[in-house]
Nanobody, 125 residues
């Protein structure tokens, strides 16, 4: 059974930084494009960033370009999201999952069969 465990969330002031981690167990990690997604209260889950299996290409939502950086460590089965210059509107629960990029759009896939519990990120003004 695949498990995705997100960590590193917290409360931070606007302009601050956080680094999220997501560790995957129970499935080969290095074969897949991985993505970060987020869901704010009352809103649909939206894509944030994605990184291909080798780490050679990354993709970002326009709202986080220049502020967030996605990376991965295939030995540790972990994908990271470094978030700098946080804004109040970045407040959400952040999730990772296998992903695909189609015509520039980051989409989740059902390869892993489930989502993790997510990491709460709260940015105060």
């Amino acid at each position: 059974q695949v498990q995705l465990v997100e960590s590193g969330g917290g409360l931070v002031q606007a302009g601050g930084s956080l680094r999220l981690s997501c560790t995957v167990s129970g499935r080969t990690f290095s074969s897949y494009t991985m993505g970060w997604f987020r869901q704010a209260p009352g809103k649909e889950r939206e894509p944030v960033a994605a990184i291909i299996w080798s780490g050679g290409s990354t993709y970002y939502a326009d709202s986080v370009k220049g502020r967030f950086t996605i990376s991965r460590d295939n030995v540790k089965n972990t994908v990271y999201l470094q978030m700098n210059g946080l804004k109040v509107e970045d407040t959400a629960v952040y999730y990772c999952n296998a992903a695909k990029v189609v015509a520039g759009q980051i989409l989740p896939t059902s390869i892993f069969g489930s989502w993790g519990q997510g990491a709460q990120v709260t940015v105060s003004s």
